[in-house]
């Protein structure tokens, strides 16, 4: 049974960088599929913000790609997420997700994690 | 980008109604990659259908998807108290993935 849990802080200072990690149990991220990171907040609804390939290529929304890095640790079974530069309108509820067929498919999801921008 | 827009936004139905939700991209949807997502407070979505029609596994066969190009078509035959929630449409046939923002299945 694979599990996707979100973990990282939970609280990021205006202009500081966001990183969050997903560890994936169950399923090997180096083996198939795409590995992504969506968000959701009252404003914006829900927002692809990007993926890695279990071979290692990177497909980012241009929204936000000149602040993201998506990366696999293959050694940990894990996949993590930096934005830079973040902003109040970064606040959101961070899901990692797992998708098969295109970069942007999202067919299985993480519980999700709370990430909010403040001083 | 594809915009994706659903209608209606709120929908009210009683329990063993037909819900009809309708998705309209502003492009055709590449492959015909189109999922639909429930999501309940406090939830992660929850993924029903991909490729447009193909229920996920142990997704009740009450939940229907249908459509191409792009309009698309999300049929719940009879609703149980469970399906009210909001429901989402995304596209994934090209990057980037863009989501609906969402109609809302109330109980009436």
């Known amino acids: 049974q694979t599990h996707l849990q979100e973990s990282g802080p939970g609280l990021v200072k205006p202009s500081e960088t966001l990183s969050l990690t997903c560890t994936v149990s169950?399923?090997?991220?180096?083996?198939?599929?795409?590995w992504g990171w969506i968000r959701q907040s009252p404003g914006k609804g829900l927002e692809w913000i990007g993926s890695?390939?279990?071979?290692?290529?990177?497909y980012y929304n241009p929204s936000l790609r000149s602040r993201v890095t998506i990366s696999l640790d293959t050694s940990k079974n894990q996949f993590s997420l930096n934005l830079k530069s973040v902003t109040v309108a970064d606040t959101a509820l961070y899901y990692c997700v797992r998708g098969m067929s295109s970069p942007a498919a999202a067919g299985f999801w993480g519980q999700g994690t709370l990430v909010t921008v403040s001083s | 980008e594809i915009v994706l827009t659903q209608s209606p936004g709120t929908l009210s139905l009683s329990p063993g109604d037909r819900a009809t939700l309708s998705c309209r991209a502003s492009?055709?949807?590449?492959?015909?990659?189109l999922a639909w997502f429930q999501q309940k407070p406090g939830q992660a979505p929850r993924h029903l259908i991909f490729a447009a029609s193909s229920r996920d596994a142990g997704i009740p066969d009450r939940f229907s998807g249908s459509g191409s190009g792009t309009d698309f078509t999300l049929t719940i035959s009879r609703l149980e108290p469970e399906d009210f929630a909001v429901y989402y449409c995304?596209?994934?046939?090209?990057?980037?993935?863009?989501f609906g923002q969402g109609t809302k299945v109330e109980i009436k």
């Open positions: 995304q596209q994934y046939g090209s990057t980037p993935g863009t």
């Open positions: 492009q055709s949807v590449g492959s015909n990659f």
């Open positions: 169950g399923y090997s991220v180096n083996s198939d599929y795409f």
């Open positions: 890695v390939s279990h071979t290692g290529n990177t």
